[in-house]
């Protein structure tokens, strides 16, 4: 079956909207993790990730009317929207203004974990998880580079909280991705 472009866009809409208002919802659990290791965060960051990397997934790999071409820069596109639309909502934490940004290095992360993924032949598994782990610690690298410039101990400790968390949603959205697969993709 071959999915119609609105299709697939409203399904990349839901997966911006989701990956910011999901973001919020776990963040007090977060914090519980962050808070004690004393950093700033990348739990919450590498959770809200996933939807990006679900959706780009479903995307680049589902019978579309998108071409080739556009299928490339799914997840440049989805963070640069999600971006847009946390700073449009004020959810943008301690990036400020700076926030599409961080989303648009996310999203471009992905993509080219994606592209990389091509010649490496991944499997749908090892790219979702490959795309989230890099993409959470790609995101932490730019908002230290941005605003807090952590000493270097700190700032190892946040990559590898980010890395684990990134790697643990990318199985989690793995397991999503194949639960759509089978059930609601089918009927869109």
């Known amino acids: 079956m071959k999915y119609s472009k609105l299709a697939m866009l409203n399904f990349m809409a839901l997966c911006c909207v989701l990956g910011i208002f999901t973001k919020k919802m776990i ?14 965060g990348g739990v919450s960051t ?4 996933m939807f990006l990397v679900i959706a ?9 009317e998108f071409s080739e ?14 971006g847009f639309l946390a700073l449009a909502l004020g959810r943008v934490g301690s990036m400020g203004i700076f926030m599409p940004l961080g989303f648009m290095v996310t999203g471009i992360t992905i993509d080219l974990v994606y592209e990389a993924g091509k010649l490496l032949s991944f499997s749908a598994k090892e ?4 795309a989230n782990a890099v993409a959470a610690v790609m995101a932490s690298a730019f908002a230290n580079l941005l605003v807090f410039s952590l000493p270097l101990q700190v700032l ?11 790697t643990a949603f990318g199985l989690l959205g793995f397991g999503i991705k194949n ?6 993709l089918r009927k869109l």
């Open 46 to 49: 590498a959770f809200s990730i």
């Open 56 to 64: 780009s997934e479903v995307v680049r790999f589902s019978d579309t």
């Open 27 to 40: 963040n007090p659990f977060a914090n519980i993790i962050t808070e004690a290791l004393h950093i700033p």
């Open 156 to 166: 190892g400790l946040y990559l590898c909280v980010s890395c684990s968390s990134g």
């Open 179 to 184: 639960k759509l697969h089978h059930g609601l």
């Open 69 to 82: 071409k556009e299928k490339r820069f799914v997840a440049t596109l989805m963070g640069t929207v999600q």
């Open 127 to 130: 790219r979702m998880v490959f």
